[in-house]
């Protein structure tokens, strides 16, 4: 059987990680790696190859950043190409992002079979481009990979039933099998933070770091958190954040600690010994909460519903106002839930739900 799988974005690396070194052991599968190149800064993209041991992509499409239309489009005319070329049984497409729906959209014009992992999450707003990019690559998938039974129920309601798959988060078996790669005492001694308390915050949503009044109020947000707790703020800036902070002047932000965007083992060690995490990232939410850390998230809502109802992540509008009111609830004593998302077994159980669906 020959899979082609296609990652993109930095969280697409992190999971296909595992995916990858999954399927090269399994003898019935020849698995091809596609890079769409949305992601191509080397603290963006290259570094995780490099410290997750992802073979290089057979290829790389290039499509560098642009508008949705372009970067989408751009991946569905290089998928198209290389799918015509390879012929594979099935494509692998992970998540929500302008890669996924591009090279989803493009094998199914070819009656190619599409395998999402990461299926059935559902957030408001409708109109969001991860939410449009997700629900259309349901639309078009033959087989189902859910983090939780959220996922499954949310697929069922759109009747969605054949091919669905409750296989945990593979984000979960990443951490688990990289944690004795983490260095924590490098980065902190690299940042300066031995025997200093600390949140770690990232923030790259376009509906956050776009308009310079909302920034301007995450960072006031973040300020008063910083002056009433004395805890550092380590803020590795995302490139679109960086160009947005450089727009509202440097004076206002000169209490974080900006650092370049880090690669996944440095991330996760500097998390290990965070107080908290502020993020509006989808990833770094639920990778708080694998290191026993909870995250206050700057979203309208999040996919990952079942940690805020058990009372672990904290939603919270991106202003300062409703920040501090989050801060208040997030250094309250809280219980951390236990195995939402599987027990870091994701890998196996997808591969076997795709042999179990296209052998
Ligand atoms: C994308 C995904 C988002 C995911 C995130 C992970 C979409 C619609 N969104 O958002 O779901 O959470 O990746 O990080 O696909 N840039 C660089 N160098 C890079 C990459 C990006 O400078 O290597 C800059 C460019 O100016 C680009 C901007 O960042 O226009 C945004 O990048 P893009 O890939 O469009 O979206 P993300 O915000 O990263």
């Keep these: 059987m020959k899979i082609i799988s296609l990652v993109g974005a930095r969280p697409q690396f992190i999971k296909e990680a595992i995916l990858n070194s999954a399927a090269r052991a399994s003898e019935a599968w020849k698995h091809i790696l596609v890079h769409s190149g949305q992601h191509y800064d080397i603290s963006m993209s290259d570094i995780f190859f490099g ?34 070329a390879e012929k594979p049984d099935a494509l692998i ?14 094998a199914s014009k070819l009656h190619i079979p599409i395998i999402h992992v990461e299926a059935g999450i559902r957030m408001l707003p409708r109109d969001m481009p991860e939410e449009i990019n997700r629900n259309l690559t349901d639309r078009i998938s033959t087989v189902f990979c859910c ?54 915050s990232t923030i790259h949503r376009d509906y956050n770091v776009d308009d310079p009044e909302k920034l301007t109020q995450i960072i006031s947000g973040l300020d008063q958190i910083r002056q009433l707790t004395g805890f ?29 965007p880090l690669g996944y083992l440095e ?52 202003n300062a106002e409703d920040m501090m009111a989050g801060y208040e609830k997030i250094i309250r004593q809280a219980n951390i839930p236990h195995e939402i998302y599987g027990n870091g077994q994701a890998s196996e159980k997808i591969i076997a739900s795709i042999m179990h669906e296209l052998c």
Aim: hydrophobic share 40%; with cysteine; net charge negative.
């Design 147 to 200: 983090c939780s039974d959220l996922g499954a129920k949310n697929l069922e309601r759109e009747n969605l039933t054949e091919g669905v798959h409750v296989c945990g988060d593979i984000m979960l078996d990443v951490i688990m099998r990289m944690k004795d790669k983490f260095k924590y005492n490098e980065i902190m001694n690299k940042l300066g933070l031995e025997n200093t308390p600390y949140i770690v």
């Design 93 to 106: 497409v992970y998540g929500d992002t302008n890669t996924t729906l591009g090279g989803a959209l493009a």
């Design 232 to 260: 550092r703020i380590v803020f590795p800036v995302h490139p679109r954040t960086k160009r947005a902070l450089d727009k509202i002047g440097s004076l206002s932000v000169e209490f974080l600690d900006i650092i370049e």
């Design 267 to 318: 991330l996760m060690s500097l998390t290990q010994n965070a107080e908290f995490v502020i993020t509006d990232s989808g990833g770094f939410q639920k990778e708080a909460y694998y290191s026993g850390k909870r995250a206050l998230v700057l979203m309208p809502d999040t996919g990952w519903r079942e940690l805020v109802e058990a009372g672990w992540n904290i939603l919270c509008s991106p």
């Design 51 to 84: 410290e997750l041991g992802i073979p290089k992509p057979t290829y790389n499409l290039g499509v560098g950043s642009g508008t949705h239309a372009e970067t989408t489009g751009a991946v569905l005319i290089g998928m198209e190409k290389i799918l015509l």
